[in-house]
T-cell receptor
């Protein structure tokens, strides 16, 4: 079963608006990552937040992590049509090797021009 | 810096056949992880190879097996293919070992496998 669950499953907004996606997970983690995937292709790494961090920014992206609630959010500000994609959160619990990640089923974001 | 590559891009097989998928890791990376992504779902972890040894396995049957070579490239083999094996197979490479759990993993473009 998937550890992460994204909410909402689908999101449709106008260009220029902000998009917020949420992720919940079940067990303790070392880090949480957000990925973007276009049309069933490979995943593009967006941002990694460590378990001892609460917020991280990268360009128009802002990620928060609340380990007490086992949840994270991804905010995309001033969205563009090119942001249309599926977004996944993934968690790593292993202490020595990244990559045994547990993914949710993603949020499909549609940004209308 | 060379990114993660996978071959082939697409593959069509029939039920019962065997398939081998290949992945070349990013330069400097010693760890390769394989994932299966069914349509409309998130990737599921199959297994990971670190320095040529299996280093963790997800909930997949033994007919899913793998190899990692001295140059850290990797193969995923699936025997006795079933219709449900139709999926996008992704590999990801990272730098493992020691306290490096904060390191990112970089994904290849995937191999689309269709089982008829």
């Amino acid at each position: 079963s998937q550890q992460g669950e994204e909410d909402p499953q689908a999101l449709s907004i106008q260009e220029g608006e902000n998009a917020t996606m949420n992720c919940s997970y079940k067990t303790s983690i070392n880090n949480l990552q957000w990925y973007r995937q276009n049309s069933g292709r490979g995943l593009v790494h967006l941002i990694l937040i460590r378990s001892n961090e609460r917020e991280k920014h990268s360009g128009r992206l802002r990620v928060t992590l609340d380990t007490s609630k086992k949840s994270s959010s991804l905010l995309i500000t001033a969205s563009r049509a090119a942001d249309t994609a599926s977004y996944f959160c993934a968690t790593d619990s292993d202490d020595t090797n990244a990559g045994k990640s547990t993914f949710g089923d993603g949020t499909t974001l549609t940004v209308k021009p | 810096e060379t990114g993660v590559t996978q071959s082939p891009t697409h593959l069509i097989k029939t039920r019962g056949q065997q398939v081998t998928l290949r992945c070349s890791s990013q330069s400097g990376h010693n760890t390769v992880s394989w994932y299966q992504q069914a349509l409309g779902q998130g990737p599921q972890f199959i297994f990971q190879y670190y320095r040529e040894e299996e280093n963790g396995r997800g909930n997949f049957p033994p007919r899913f097996s793998g190899l990692q070579f001295p140059n850290y490239s990797s193969e995923l083999n699936v025997n006795a293919l079933e219709l449900d094996d139709s999926a996008l197979y992704l590999c990801a490479s990272s730098l493992g070992g020691g306290r490096v759990s904060y390191n990112e993993q970089f994904f290849g473009p995937g191999t689309r496998l269709t089982v008829l």
